[in-house]
């Protein structure tokens, strides 16, 4: 009669259970999961070729030494690199450990054993071998392993992700810091320029020929140029520790290095090959990292609904036992026993609906967060391509500012030196002329740091030329 009753429920079960396991998302494409298609093209057409990247040697295309000796120290010391490295190498243990599921497990076992009772003396000596087992009739062990090669896989892309981060911020810094490193020297130029001056204000002074307050304009003038020198000295300190950190070195390993050639700022014209959007989707480790995290979701609610199939596990022994030593080995002494047992819960108060339901809103959890990471790269790469571009133009319009600031320094210091103008004119081309220079070679370090942005936000080396 039981057998009767069984028969039917374990039907059913079996086929609600292969039901549900063909259910959850088949992978294969990562289109499968965005909710909404990517654009054809990017928004900033000027500075980009439409073509995919090439390859992650972006740096070297600045032609820069300091600079690729920097990734290169970066890449054998960053800390945040080496700990994602050996989260990667857990990962992978993860996915052996989950492969062992397909062997057997043997163990050995050797023992003596004496005892008393009612008068009498037994016990004895004993030695075998055991093992248990548990076949993958369901698939169950396919599915660990599965889920746990997608979480190393995400791993790989968070390795990924934290290199290409740290070469953005290596070159951002650096850029940063060769910026702050020519306005110091613009600066001890412009000081030069004004201390020349002031003593053509105090000779004309002497001479009669201009009041004191000439000299006083033209000395507070050299002071203010003056103090930007410590608040220029303290970011440049402060690039060359951010430098160092990202390198796992202290400022004292790199200073020498990045003394040399300060004034130079990298060549900021770039010809951009940002590819497609839809090519993010191969080329960012964070999308590629949001994909494995629904990949292993998915294989979890795989799992979850394995739990409604029946368990078979084997388990057998075979050794000797005697009462001495010298009788282990001799006829009769042999003992095995093999036990296969199929194991079924039939009801477990709903637990398994609510496993496999928390495991289904965890897999939606991911193809939501999928679709963020995605809609933040397309945003990313658009707003980076735009400052850019944008920067270059400014750049354009800042040299001629530049210029002209300077021939209004020439024009009105020359008009003083003959009487013709007033010195308020010449404080103020002195004025003017600094901050635009500083307003140019500002603009084009962030045209730097906008293309440390982009290769950062393409998920590797933009293809720059």
Known sequence: MRKIILSPILSLLLIGGTTAISAYPQTGSEHHYLRAPL?????????NAQTLPADDTWWSGFGDSTLDSLIALGESNNFDLAMAARRADEALQGVRSASAAYFPAV?????????????IIAGGYS????????????????????????NYDASRAEYTA???????QIASAYFDLRTAQAQREVANEHIGRQQHIVDIAKARHEAGLASALDVAQALTVLYTT??????????????INAIATLCGLYAADIRPMLEKGYAVQPDWHR?????????????????????????????????????????????????????????????GSLTWSVAPTLSWTVFDGLARRAGVA????????????????????VQEVENALTS???????????????????LSLDLSLDQYKQGLSPFTNVVDAQLSYLENTNSVLAARGDALVSLATLYRALGGGTGTM
């Open 107 to 119: 163990g050995a076992t050797a023992g003596w054993q004496r005892s008393r009772t009612d008068g």
């Open 358 to 377: 928390s495991a289904r809103d965890e897999m939606e959890a991911m193809v939501a967060d999928y679709n963020s990471v995605v809609h933040n790269a």
């Open 162 to 168: 934290a290199m290409v981060s740290m070469c953005a």
């Open 39 to 47: 654009p054809e093209n990017w928004g900033v057409a000027e500075a």
């Open 226 to 239: 003056q103090s930007s020198l410590p608040l220029l000295d303290t970011q440049i300190a402060a690039d």
């Open 271 to 331: 010809i951009v090959n940002a590819g497609v959007p839809a090519e993010l989707l191969r080329r960012r480790p964070d999308i590629a990292q949001a994909e494995a995290q629904i990949e292993a979701a998915a294989a979890a609610l795989g799992i979850a609904r394995k739990d409604y199939l029946p368990t078979l596990s084997i388990s057998g022994a075979v050794g000797t036992a005697a009462t001495h030593p010298d009788g282990l080995f001799k006829d």
């Open 127 to 150: 030695l075998g071998l055991h093992a248990s087992w548990e076949p993958d009739i369901f698939g169950k062990v396919r599915a660990r392993v599965k889920q746990s090669g997608h």
């Open 388 to 406: 850019y571009t944008n920067q270059l133009r400014r750049i354009d319009i800042l040299d001629n500012v530049v210029e002209q600031s300077r």
